[in-house]
């Protein structure tokens, strides 16, 4: 068995080192990080874009290159949300959360660092995994049905409210608004619409894209204009820069971080539809639940930025396990790379491993170099990336703008999104007026959808019987986690003020 | 660097056409002097973008112009197939229709604004893609027979996964459903893929899914293939029977692939694409990957596939009807 594993693992690093696929892999993650960068742009939009490009190759060159502006633009999405507090994927909303405040305190290096160092780890983790266990976790990923999907986007929600450092009474509110927001669209059952007001673009609900540029860029943008004392203080920066590289007391902090967040990515990873959103904002529970001082979080913790990058990475090679294994696609990105494949007149499924060796393990073993690329490329990019952060804010933002509204408007092509994506901007003003945590709503808002969806299909299933969600030992699981999560959090809440509480029961 | 030449030449020549008297020719030979936008109503990936992806840059390479795969996807592919009727009829916006977005989206839904005959002027069909039936490996039935006989020996217990409410998955299962006189519950899922992993993982147990999508699970004998819906036996799996031959005579349920320009784009212009479209569909090399993937090239003249679509508004039509589907 490991004999074979080597020699499969030969095959695909003689594959992937040939100097013209690694010269795919090196234009892949270049395109990926500068298209990544571009606020709003995601992996699926730069994938959709960069497709032509591949048409002329041959099959491993094009999935090798279509999987490096993968990467590139996850990880350009991370930079983007450290700089300037722009997610551009809905993972690295966690990212914003601990980055953004790093860079305002003058640590934007340590920052971008320990993300890429983190996403390295994660990645490589990830590559072994899918080597060594590819078939047997698509297996178990299979037994999840409705029921326990539905029992772990309910556990993900309530470990939501960890996340905000706000009050308890809030976070629920947040999450509360969020499950609404995402409930505009077409009903999954009935196919009648709800909230849509009758315009057609509202059709399939909101998306990501439109809330979280609003939430967090657009909004970001208000409340530093508003500042209307001097202009140096909007600047981003409102310390000055301390060291580009992180110290050694920053690494010592980061590794527990990273080597948590990597389990909990490679578990979520592997379930379609699990995927990265939901290991990067797991990863910081369980970093804020663990840390000793979870006050930190929030203000610019490494913790709070190493694990959700350490998990976003991980789960996006493990979203390559039941892609490649069985074919299914893991989100709108790899559907698009399997449609490379099909382009290719390779048709996607659980023979390719078998009939096309050299294409399965190649892109393996370029899984991990186009990783390796992105830290050699990225770490000597910090310098430059900090360099932007001095630029004064009045040539920043109408650039952010205008990008941001490119971005938009690149998802689907509508114009009614950058409409919506200003109504968000304004909402998420008023939010930060409020106090109120943006990232429980927007985790609510991703997850909503996807629990309404499986809550009715679960019961629609067992015929409308609720005991299903506690005879499947799976969904029975994630439920007493949650239930242990909730008393964990509620009852001393009644005695104390939440921060105290939270604080007590770590030092436990 | 050659195609950007191409232009330059045609030009040319259809200068030379005009001197030498033939303009009736000119519009045809001059197009196209710009890039091609195709509409695709549907996400990037799916397997319209991939056939229209597959099919338009060849057309790009015919027409020494780029097409550009323009995804417009959303409201069940209405948008995009609205975008495209409402376009400058002058050749340079083209979108790739489908039993979905000309047949079943005009008969399920409420409010459609556009009229899938009357709003275009349709070139000609490039592929279809047959249903096939599958089985999760579990369910106790090799054949149509036997499936039909253990979904009435047990009504409203056996479950099946669509690509969603008023999808083509599901309009096929309920018309076998009705036909056979079976009690199947319908479960939506979100699209192919995940409707895949539902009866992979025998959550559900039947799919009348996608060719391109069950195929690699039946070659895997990962699911039971039982019965495919089209009217020949596909060449993919010769083993498997028609629904038509399994005591269901006239069952015949695909999906279909078409290119159409809005209504009033210039005749030239549609006889130039109907013969560039058709080379295209008919050459080898693509009638091989469509058969790789699970489809098949088919290619028809505007006539016929204005009396397609008729028939198949009626014949959908129907079930949307008894099946109480109601799209908003």
């Not at chain 1, 590819?134 to 999840?144: Q, R, T, V, W």
């Not at chain 2, 699970?217 to 020949?232: C, E, F, L, P, W």
Request: aromatic share 8%; net charge positive.
């Amino acid at each position: 068995m490991e004999a074979t594993i080597i020699q499969n693992l030969a095959l695909g690093f003689s594959t992937a080192v040939s100097p013209i696929n690694l010269w795919y892999c090196f234009i892949g993650v270049v395109v990926g990080t500068l298209i990544g960068v571009l606020p709003g742009i995601g992996p699926v939009a730069a994938v959709a874009m960069l497709l032509p490009l591949t048409f002329n190759l041959d099959a491993v060159g094009a999935i090798i290159m279509l999987s490096g502006i993968y990467y590139g633009t996850q990880y350009g999405g991370s930079t983007t949300a450290i700089l300037v507090n722009l997610p551009g994927e809905s993972a690295s909303v966690v990212t914003c959360m601990d980055g953004y405040a790093m860079a305002r305190k003058g640590r934007a290096g340590p920052a971008l660092a320990i993300a890429a160092i983190g996403s390295f780890f994660a990645g490589t983790v990830g590559t072994i995994l899918v080597a060594l266990l590819g078939p047997p976790l698509a297996e178990i990923a299979l037994k999840f049905g409705a029921p326990e999907y539905f029992s772990l986007m309910v556990m993900a929600l309530i470990a939501a409210a960890v996340l905000a450092h706000g009050g308890m009474l809030k976070t629920i509110c947040m999450i509360v608004l969020g499950l609404l927001v995402g409930i505009v669209g077409t009903d999954v059952n009935s196919g009648m619409s709800r909230f849509t007001f009758g315009a057609s673009g509202l059709a399939d609900g909101l998306s990501f894209v439109v809330v979280a540029m609003g939430l967090f860029g657009f909004a970001e943008i208000l409340s530093n204009l508003q500042d209307k004392a001097d202009t140096a203080s909007r600047d981003i920066l409102n310390q000055k820069i301390t060291g580009l590289m992180p110290t050694m007391a920053d690494l010592k902090l980061s590794a527990g971080a990273i080597l948590r967040g990597t389990a909990v990515g490679a578990f979520f990873g592997t379930l379609p539809g699990g995927g990265p959103t939901i290991s990067a904002f797991s990863a910081y529970a369980v970093e804020k639940k663990l840390a000793k001082n979870p006050e930190n979080f929030g203000q610019g913790d490494i913790r709070g930025v190493a694990a959700p990058e350490a998990a976003n990475n991980a789960a996006v090679q493990c979203a390559f396990i039941t892609t490649l294994t069985l074919g299914i696609p893991h989100g709108a990105t790899m559907a698009l790379i399997l449609g490379a494949l099909t382009i290719q007149g390779i048709a996607p499924g659980p023979q390719v491993m078998t009939q096309r060796p050299d294409l399965f393990w190649g892109l393996i073993a370029s899984m991990w170099i186009g990783n390796a690329m992105l830290v050699i490329l990225n770490l000597p990019m910090v310098g430059i990336w900090i360099k932007l952060l001095k630029l004064p804010y009045r040539f920043l933002f109408p650039a952010i703008m205008v990008f941001m509204a490119i971005g938009v408007y690149s998802v689907n092509n509508l114009d009614l999104d950058i409409y919506m994506t200003i109504l968000f901007g304004m909402l998420g003003y008023i939010f930060m007026k409020l106090k109120c945590e943006p990232a429980p709503l927007i985790l609510a808002f991703v997850l909503g959808p996807l629990m309404e969806e499986n809550l009715r299909r679960a019961l629609l299933i067992s015929r409308g019987d609720p005991t299903v969600f506690i005879t499947r030992p799976i969904s029975a699981g994630f439920l007493i986690a949650t239930a242990l999560l909730l008393a964990f959090m509620i009852v001393p809440a009644f005695r104390k003020k939440r921060e105290e509480a939270v604080a007590e029961s770590t030092a436990l | 660097m050659h195609i950007k030449n191409i232009p330059t030449v045609l030009t040319a020549v259809a200068a030379l056409c005009v001197a030498s008297g033939a303009p009736l020719h000119v519009v045809a030979q001059t197009y196209p002097t710009k890039p091609i936008r195709l509409i695709v109503a549907f996400p990037p990936g799916g397997s319209t973008d991939i056939i229209a992806r597959l099919v338009g840059q060849r057309l790009g390479d015919k027409l020494g112009q780029q097409v550009i795969v323009d995804n417009r996807g959303g409201a069940g592919g209405t948008i995009g197939t609205e975008i495209a009727a409402r376009a400058t009829p002058d050749g340079y916006t083209l979108t790739m229709g489908t039993t979905s977005t000309h047949v079943i989206a005009p008969a399920a839904y409420a409010v459609v604004k556009y009229d899938p005959v009357k709003d275009f002027e349709p070139i000609t069909l490039v592929a279809s893609t047959p249903y096939l039936l599958v089985l999760h490996p579990g369910v106790k039935a090799n054949n149509l027979k036997e499936f039909v006989a253990l979904a009435k020996s047990q009504p409203g217990k056996l479950n099946y996964a669509s690509a969603g409410t008023g999808s083509t998955t599901q309009l096929a299962m309920e018309m076998l459903n009705r036909a056979a006189g079976m009690d199947i519950v319908h479960i939506p899922y979100n699209g192919n893929g995940p409707a895949g992993a539902a009866v992979l993982g025998g959550q559900v147990q039947a799919l009348f899914g996608s060719m391109p999508a069950v195929l690699p699970h039946a070659q895997a004998g990962r699911v039971r293939a039982i019965a495919v819906g089209t009217s020949k036996r596909s060449p993919a799996l010769p083993n498997v029977p028609t629904v038509a031959e399994s005591g269901f005579p006239g069952f015949e349920v695909s999906l279909w692939l078409g290119f159409f320009a809005p209504k009033g784009t210039p005749k030239p212009v549609l006889t130039r694409l109907q013969t560039e479209l058709t080379a295209i569909a008919n050459s080898p090399e693509v009638k091989a990957l469509f058969e790789k993937n699970g489809a098949s090239a088919v290619t028809n003249t505007p006539a016929e596939m204005n009396k397609l679509m008729k028939s198949e508004l009626d014949k959908y039509g129907k079930v949307i009807k008894a099946a109480g589907i109601h799209l908003k």
